[in-house]
């Protein structure tokens, strides 16, 4: 045995004797429990420095051989490799793994161009014969859908099912606006904040059943908000009988969007599908012939839409399907660059707007936090500075001179104004070309933007050198009043 001094067996997790025999003392003899109790071996050797040192005290303080007290197990790599040969292949496109929507293959087919959105790889713009600039191809997507019908694949927006009898106020504590109130075949748009009042996400969830709902998530936040959900649900509200399961990959889901979406879908569908038996954010349990299926009658576009999903593993079907039906209204498919133009002309934030640094009142929704009950991040919502009036709204903005360019970062400035940070206003989130209006149009904050509506500023970009003169508008710059979603 050692000397009585201080004697060290595992030096990296700073393991001695004296720990090992403590662990005699408490009966965590099993090589096993001394390991966990002591953390001998745990460090980035795997044991093997200082599990044989350990195991021997271990045997002369239980009077066995070190073969019968028992050797721990190692995880691998049991021979030391190096870096190089663990990243080698992880390089350009294998650096990290790649998720195929439902209607890759026929996007493929098509010659589409693809983008990547998290890790899924979504169809961007599908050029024609004769398009020679990506510009072309996303214009006519958006107003071949405005005119007629679009159909796009929204597979990647997180899903989640939401059961239990506790469902509806497990909801209004997770979302800023109230759902228990919402009734059973009716979707709501949901504001979730997180614990300091800033947004976190925002969706859609609809009520199939008293007590099963189906919560939509950004594409990009569907890991996080499922666990966020989980963590309410175990952490904060473990009494709530609730229960929550990711089905993002479970359902290939499509929007069908425009003036004839309807008269699409009436083909596939085997129920009546009319404005009265389906009426704006309604949704149901379908069947296509026969298969099951969802429908939700929501929008993102600004037109009459719907989203229609099915099992997965009908996915590529459905779009083929959907294709055919619709021939002969002339439908598209539109990538997510005409889905960005549509939802920009139409004033709904997305990515840019969510960026973890606005609240619901700077994105135009502070009426959406309810103060008649309490959810995750209502209280600090209403924190000094979270209320200023004179805070940054979510504002349009178009160009003076239709054919200058606006660039997404731009920071607003008086005129006359030094472009130093004293003098910001607030700066551009979002940028298209609007095929409508045949000019740019961009989203964005600025400070008391509500009142600086049809007011001249300038959008200056130090880092791409441009200088343009804009007028501030509503975000809504087409279809306003929203009758065209509620045909």
Do not use: C, W
């Given at each position: 045995m050692p000397g009585k001094g201080r004697a060290w067996i595992d030096q990296q997790n700073d393991v001695t004797v004296k720990d090992v025999k403590l662990a005699h003392q408490e009966n965590y003899v099993s090589v096993e429990?001394?390991?966990?109790?002591?953390?001998?071996?745990?460090?980035?050797?795997?044991?093997?420095?200082?599990?044989?040192?350990?195991?021997?005290?271990?045997?002369?303080?239980?009077g066995r051989p070190i073969p019968e007290t028992g050797t721990t197990i190692y995880r691998p790599p049991y021979t030391p490799v190096a870096m190089g040969a663990l990243a080698g292949r992880s390089r350009g496109q294998e650096f990290k793994p790649k998720r195929l929507t439902p209607s890759h293959h026929w996007a493929t087919e098509q010659g589409a161009v693809f983008v990547e959105v998290g890790q899924w790889l979504r169809a961007q713009w599908l050029p024609r014969d004769g398009e020679t600039h990506w510009r072309e191809s996303v214009d006519r997507e958006v107003l071949a859908t405005r005119a007629s019908v679009g159909i796009c694949d929204v597979t990647t927006l997180g899903k989640i099912d939401i059961q239990g009898t506790d469902a509806c106020a497990f909801l209004d504590k997770a979302y800023a606006n109230t759902f228990s109130t919402l009734a059973v075949g009716k979707c709501r748009y949901g504001l979730m904040l997180r614990e300091d009042g800033m947004v976190f996400d925002d969706g859609t969830t609809a009520r199939l059943g008293e007590s099963e709902y189906v919560m939509t998530t950004t594409t990009a936040n569907a890991v996080g908000v499922f666990r966020h959900l989980e963590f309410l649900r175990q952490c904060l509200y473990p009494?709530?009988?609730?229960?929550?399961?990711s089905t993002t990959e479970a359902w290939a889901q499509y929007s069908v969007a425009g003036p004839n979406a309807r008269k699409l879908l009436a083909k596939l569908v085997d129920q009546d599908i009319s404005d009265a038996a389906l009426p704006y954010m309604g949704c149901a349990e379908?069947?296509?012939?026969?298969?099951?299926?969802?429908?939700?009658?929501?929008?993102?576009?600004?037109?009459?839409?719907?989203?229609?999903?099915?099992?997965?593993?009908?996915?590529?079907?459905?779009?083929?399907?959907?294709?055919?039906?619709?021939?002969?209204?002339?439908?598209?498919?539109?990538?997510?660059?005409?889905?960005?133009?549509?939802?920009?002309?139409?004033?709904?934030?997305?990515?840019?707007?969510?960026?973890?640094?606005?609240?619901?009142?700077?994105?135009?929704?502070?009426?959406?936090?309810?103060?008649?009950?309490?959810?995750?991040?209502?209280?600090?919502?209403?924190?000094?500075?979270?209320?200023?009036?004179?805070?940054?709204?979510?504002?349009?903005?178009?160009?003076?001179?239709?054919a200058e360019k606006l660039t997404s970062g731009a920071h607003f400035l008086e005129k006359g104004a030094d472009a130093v940070a004293a003098s910001d206003l607030g700066w551009i989130t979002s940028t298209v070309h609007s095929p409508h209006l045949g000019h740019m149009i961009s989203l964005g904050y600025l400070?008391?933007?509500?009142?600086?509506?049809?007011?001249?500023?300038?959008?200056?970009?130090?880092?791409?050198?441009?200088?343009?003169?804009?007028?501030?508008?509503?975000?809504?710059?087409?279809?306003?009043?929203?009758?065209?979603?509620?045909?």
């Open positions: 429990h001394l390991k966990r109790y002591t953390t001998l071996g745990m460090a980035t050797d795997q044991g093997k420095t200082g599990n044989v040192l350990g195991l021997a005290v271990m045997a002369e303080l239980t009494d709530m009988d609730v229960q929550l399961i379908i069947t296509i012939g026969g298969l099951r299926a969802r429908i939700f009658r929501i929008s993102f576009s600004g037109e009459l839409a719907y989203e229609i999903a099915v099992p997965t593993r009908y996915g590529d079907a459905l779009i083929r399907a959907l294709m055919a039906a619709g021939a002969e209204y002339e439908a598209v498919v539109y990538g997510t660059e005409a889905l960005g133009v549509m939802r920009v002309e139409k004033g709904h934030v997305a990515g840019n707007e969510l960026n973890g640094q606005s609240s619901a009142l700077n994105m135009g929704l502070g009426k959406m936090v309810s103060k008649k009950k309490d959810s995750i991040g209502m209280a600090l919502s209403q924190r000094e500075g979270m209320v200023d009036v004179n805070g940054y709204r979510l504002i349009g903005v178009k160009p003076v001179n239709p400070k008391g933007g509500d009142a600086r509506r049809g007011q001249r500023l300038r959008a200056v970009n130090l880092l791409a050198k441009t200088e343009v003169e804009v007028e501030i508008t509503s975000p809504h710059f087409f279809d306003p009043e929203g009758d065209r979603l509620r045909g």
